[in-house]
């Protein structure tokens, strides 16, 4: 199939079940997770300063927002189930796209699933203490099965259960559950402005605007480019997944319009949030407190300085709602990719295929499997680590991408030009870019073991073409 015969007809069996508030919030809801909650506390341990915090959301932001814009042409030309994953491979062909599909299924997706749902698992532990990961249930020598574990494992598979029974099914879950953890992180800032607010520690906060050495030890501050560049890391994770709509085209009502505007509407009110809450912190919080909050919950802290010691469990309630909702759009979201895959013959072949109910069953169950495994090896987060700059990688592929095919298909349909093109595109390159040098500078244990789990796809992409040119 070449790129000018792409139209809006789906494969038989997807329905288009989705309207735009259904794609808003699988963009929102899959962005959400418990990094807001949490890596702002690293954030000023890296950059020692409320300035920096700030702009690093302000970046993250900013990547995010100019990524989705982007994404919205790709979206509007090949309004297709797979989402990124065909946008690389109709702008560099099928290895660049198979290594990113390989990573995801490997790592990226299915690691996200299994962090998420421990972090469901541990911070329902707050209101069921024998759920968390201290209470271990089995131990075979190196082997050690505790109890978030398996919840975390319970919670994907009934999530990929439910995503199987039919996609309105998780758009239910979805839309439900993204409300629901919008309104709670709005309540929570607004009743942390109003009840925990002090004058006096908003200004200390200030006082020093430009200082870097309010909050990390003597000795331990990387150089501000490189401190911004790291700092960045949790920034943008936390932002991750924003492309999931593009991924579920197939089943989006009129997707020429209604992808790219649900990735907008939901990466820009997901940054703003971000930012609101961060400012938030600062007003609750002095600066050494977020950055020595315990086990780096700031959400947990700022809800105790609100509410005092009720604001554990309302945190905790918060969290478990939205890393629900979080596991549900990333699992929703990912099968789709892997069955685009499987349609090109560089996946299990059943997972190109759909169930009864339209959906790709057999890709979910994958997925699920996988998932299972890793929040058993209890290696999901540093898997994740690894995979920092792959993921800079491809969204730098993909966004640059549409340079490319500007020149080599200047005649296909675009309904929808990337909005400030190509500026806003060519800045995302670059800050993306810089970050992913940065990184492979300052973090050399992640950002290469990271490419050689890319690179291993190379030897697959190739046995697969073999099998099946």
Aim: net charge positive; with cysteine.
């Amino acid at each position: 199939m070449t790129s000018s015969t792409v139209s809006d007809t789906q494969p038989e069996g997807f329905r288009r079940s989705l309207g735009l508030l259904d794609g808003t919030m699988l963009v929102a809801g899959s962005m959400i997770g418990s990094g807001i909650f949490i890596v702002s506390a690293d954030i000023v341990r890296t950059t020692g300063s409320a300035a920096y915090l700030v702009l690093v959301w302000l970046i993250s932001g900013f990547m995010t927002i100019a990524g989705a814009l982007s994404y919205a042409e790709f979206a509007a030309m090949f309004p297709k189930a797979g989402g990124q994953y065909v946008y690389l491979r109709e702008a560099w062909g099928r290895l660049p796209a198979f290594l990113y599909g390989w990573s995801f299924f490997a790592v990226i997706q299915t690691g996200s699933i299994a962090a998420v749902g421990v972090a469901f698992a541990k911070f329902t532990a707050y209101l069921v203490p024998a759920l968390g990961d201290d209470n271990v249930l089995l131990q075979l020598g190196a082997f050690r099965l505790n109890a978030a574990q398996l919840v975390a494992i319970v919670v994907v598979l009934v999530l990929s259960f439910i995503n199987a029974r039919g996609v309105q099914y998780g758009k239910w879950i979805q839309t439900g559950f993204t409300l629901a953890k919008i309104a709670a992180l709005l309540a929570l800032i607004a009743f942390g402005l109003l009840l925990g607010a002090k004058t006096q520690i908003w200004q200390a906060n200030w006082s020093s605007v430009w200082e870097r050495s309010a909050a990390t030890p003597d000795g331990l501050l990387l150089a501000l480019p490189a401190a911004i560049a790291v700092a960045m890391v949790g920034a943008l994770f936390s932002s991750d997944s924003w492309h999931s709509a593009a991924s579920v085209a197939d089943e989006i009502r009129n997707p020429r319009r209604n992808v790219g505007l649900s990735l907008f509407l939901g990466t820009a009110l997901v940054c703003s949030l971000y930012l609101i809450a961060n400012l938030m912190y600062l007003a609750v919080l002095p600066l050494g407190d977020i950055a020595h909050a315990p086990a780096d919950r700031v959400g947990v802290a700022a809800a105790q300085a609100a509410f005092g010691s009720a604001g554990t469990a309302g945190i905790a309630v918060l969290i478990m709602v939205s890393t629900f909702g979080c596991v549900n759009g990333l699992v929703l979201a990912g099968a789709r990719v892997y069955y685009s895959m499987a349609r090109d013959g560089l996946f299990f072949a059943k997972a190109g295929t759909l169930n009864r109910q339209g959906v790709p069953g057999w890709a979910l169950a994958a997925q699920a499997l996988w998932a299972c495994v890793l929040c058993l090896s209890g290696r999901y987060g540093d898997l994740l680590d690894y995979v920092i700059l792959a993921t800079l990688i491809f969204y730098v592929l993909t966004i640059a991408g549409l340079f490319r095919l500007r020149r080599t298909q200047p005649g296909i349909e675009r309904p929808y030009r990337a909005f400030g093109y190509p500026w806003l595109p060519a800045l995302y390159i670059a800050f993306a870019s810089a970050i992913g040098v940065s990184l492979l500078i300052w973090k050399p244990a992640y950002t290469w073991p990271g490419l050689a789990i890319v690179l291993l796809g190379v030897p697959v992409f190739y046995a697969l073409r073999a099998k099946r040119p």
